[in-house]
C-alpha cells in the first residue's frame, strides 16, 4: 500500500491559527502586535517572491511587517548598519535577513550580527549552541523545526526511534539531528563521505532527507514502513517544477511520507511566523523582568 502523505499545508495552517489567535488576544490588550523586519539585498526574483510570501503571511496572521530594499551593490558597512539599527529598534521584534546575498557580503558575518532574540531563522551561534543543547529558550531554524512538528503533529513516535538524517548542513542537517534527539530519536547523521550510505538509510525508522539533490533517496535505501521527510527543493534548468530528494516511488516502501511541494515547505514559513511570535513573547519578558 502506497505511503500515507503527511499534509505539510494541513499543519502548517494549525500553526498559523494558533498564531493568529495569539496575536489577537496581544492585540485586544491594547498592545501592539509582533513586527517582523524583512532586508532584500539585490533583485534576485526568487528572493523578492519569497519576501512577499512572508510580508502576505505576516498581514494574514496579524503580524506587523516591515521590507527594507538594498540595492545588490550595497556596501555590507551599510547592511550592518541596519541590522544595528533594527536590533535597537524596540518596535522589531524579528530580522531575516533574505538569502543568498551577493557575494562580495559575508552572510554568516551578516547573521552574526543580528541579535539573537531577533534571529527568527536561528541562525546565530547563540540560538545553534541552544539547539545543539537541546536547551529551551531560543529560536531553533524554521526548517528542522517544522519538521520536527510535522512529525509530531501526525502522532509519529519519535521517542527511541532510529532517525536518520541525510545531510549535515547547519541550515537543516545538524539542526534536525539535534532536535530529534531532544525527541529521544537514536539519530546517526550520514553526508558525502559516509559508506554504504544504502545501509544505514535502510535502518531508518525515520529518514529525514536534506542533501539537495533531485531525487536522490531510491527504494533500495529505505525500510519498508519508514516515515520520510522529504525537506529538498530543487528545480531542473528551463522548467518551473520542484523535486525532492526523494523519488517519488519511495511511496510505495515507505509508511507515510512528505510531499514536494505542499510538505516541508509551509512548515517552514509558518515556524517563521511563530519564531516571530516566541521573540516578541521573549522581549517583553524581559521588559518585565528589568522593569
Known sequence: MPAKIIDGKFYSSQILDEVRGEV???????ERPPCLAVVLVGEDPASAIYVNSKKKMCADVGITSRAHILPAQVWEETLLLLIDKLNEDGEVDGILVQSPLPG?????????AIAPGKDVDGFHPYNSGLTAMGS???????????????????GIPMAGANCVVIGRSNIVGRPAASLMIKESATVTVCHSKTKDLAAVTRGADILIA?????NF?????????AVIVDVGINRTEGSKKIYGDVDPACMEKASRMTPVPGGVGPMTIAMLMKNCLSAYKMAREKEKEDE
Open 210 to 214: 536534506a542533501i539537495g539533490k533531485k
Open 217 to 225: 533517496v531510491t527504494p533500495d535505501m529505505v525500510k519498508d514502513g
Open 104 to 112: 562580495h557580503i559575508d552572510e554568516d558575518g551578516v547573521f552574526k
Open 136 to 154: 529551551d529558550g531560543g529560536l531553533a531554524p524554521c526548517t528542522p523545526a517544522g519538521c520536527v512538528e510535522l512529525l509530531r503533529r501526525e
Open 24 to 30: 489577537a488576544e496581544i492585540v485586544k490588550t491594547g
